[in-house]
């Protein structure tokens, strides 16, 4: 990896480390357990301050809570069975906007109102959003502008779900064991829903890719590697991360142990060991579809940490020698564990950043990947060699090894999945009822 790169990725940690020039939010990290929440983290914004109005709303996004919404967005069914279209705009009764504080910000409100979860909506989004615009070097379209300037994000607590379609993000919540977890709340989910727009925007819609069983496990991968990615900017997320693992991420993922170490539900899921031989037969799920990918993701995210400590020499060539040689060997894991204990605790801090080396270098190779990716047929391999030609135009190829062995690893190239065994039901992310546009519903 040259050092050029690093120094082109330009991302919201600028902007933060500079706050004067963005807007202030405070988000949750990890969904608040409501009976006894933490402090949410502040974060900035890259609306420039005094520029985020009442809403909260900016030139892209705007924010409504509005009062006895019948249901969600997408396609329904009429009273005589005919199919519509319910789309934005809201214009029935809503939920009194949340006003900015005196200084421009918003991160004056108290968490457990209505105003608070209008604003963490707004803030999770236009976070995300900015991230990879940072990565992208440019402004990501929403792939509705024909008919909106910009995205409507509701919320419709009673709705046990989160949806991103034509024109809006709504968020629900979900009774689980007598207790209500709003998505509203939930990073993950939030930023999970902005990758989708990202992959739209870049990929196209479902309707554009129906022969391509892989676009749907594609989705779904990269709605969580954009949410991951998100996540990684909270200090909380990395600095527990580390903590819990001394920076050993390979080991506990190699040895599939490593989800048990992290809190972050994103990290759990991208932590996976799924290849794609398991789908040959036949698939139901695009979540589970997308499993490969993502760990193949995780995997390469992990590899280009360990060589940004070895290039910053904490830790010594040898312990990557050993790492490559243990393999599911416990005994191995421990001698491991070790070191990495030791030369963590000499530089956390050194750690950190190469952390964030790591994640801002893949961040940059799946931008530069998508577009050039979204001309081709979509397939896993063919995602693996988009990113092998950025890195070959970006480094000259330093990286070729770990993406492509990576990849290899989750069998992606050599098996093809099978036909969809069901039909997408209501947890689907690309079913047609959320996705679809007022044209496809006219070629309907
Ligand atoms: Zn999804």
Redesign the pocket.
């Known amino acids: 990896m040259t050092r050029e790169l690093s120094e082109t990725v330009v991302g919201p940690k600028a902007r933060q480390v500079d706050g004067q020039m963005g807007t202030r939010f405070r988000l949750y990290p990890q969904t608040p357990d409501l009976d006894d929440p933490e402090e949410p983290e502040t974060v900035y914004v890259s609306s420039p301050v005094g520029t985020v109005e009442e809403g909260p709303a900016d030139h892209r996004m705007y924010t409504v809570f509005p009062i006895d919404k019948p249901t969600h967005y997408g396609l329904h069914d009429d009273d005589a069975g005919q199919p519509f279209l319910f789309l934005p705009p809201w214009d029935d009764d809503i939920h009194f906007p949340v006003q900015p504080g005196q200084d421009g910000h918003f991160d004056h409100i108290e968490t457990d109102t209505p105003e608070f979860f209008m604003a963490h909506m707004f803030g999770v989004t236009r976070f995300t959003l900015d991230i990879w615009e940072g990565y992208f070097g440019r402004q990501i379209e929403w792939h509705f502008r024909e008919d909106y300037d910009r995205l409507e994000i509701s919320i419709i607590p009673k709705v046990d779900n989160a949806f991103l379609g034509w024109g809006f993000l709504e968020a629900g919540g979900m009774e689980s064991e007598g207790k209500y977890s709003p998505f509203f709340l939930n990073f993950d989910v939030i930023a ?2 902005v990758g ?1 727009a990202i992959v739209y925007s870049e990929i196209g819609l479902p309707s554009e890719h129906a022969d391509e069983p892989e676009y749907f496990g594609f ?2 991968s990269m ?1 969580d590697i954009v949410a991951l990615m998100a996540s990684l900017h909270f200090d909380s997320v990395t600095t527990s991360l580390l903590n819990n693992t001394s920076g050993n991420l390979y080991t506990y993922n190699k040895l599939s142990r490593f989800a048990e170490m992290s809190d972050n539900n994103q990290i759990r899921l991208a932590a996976n060991d799924h290849v794609m031989s398991e789908f040959a037969d036949g698939w139901d799920s695009e ?1 589970k579809l997308s499993q490969p990918l993502t760990g193949a993701m995780f995997d390469i995210f992990v590899d280009l940490f360990h060589e940004e400590l070895l290039l910053r020499d904490l830790i010594p060539p040898e312990m990557e020698e050993i790492s490559d040689r243990l393999e599911g060997d416990p005994d191995y894991s421990n001698i491991l564990q070790d070191d990495f204990d030791k030369f963590y605790a000499l530089n956390p801090q050194g750690f950190k950043q190469a952390l964030e080396m790591a994640r801002d270098q893949l961040g940059t190779f799946v931008a530069d990947a998508l577009p050039m990716f979204g001309t081709r047929r979509i397939s896993y391999s063919e995602f693996g060699k988009a990113l092998e030609e950025v890195d070959q135009a970006l480094t000259g190829g330093e990286n070729y090894k770990i993406i492509h062995r990576n990849f290899l690893l989750r069998e992606i190239g050599k098996y093809e999945p099978g036909p969809r065994l069901k039909k997408p039901d209501k947890h689907s ?1 690309s079913l047609t009822d959320r996705t679809i546009s007022p044209r496809d519903l006219e070629i309907e």
């Open positions: 999970h829903e989708h989705q779904e709605a979540h992310h």
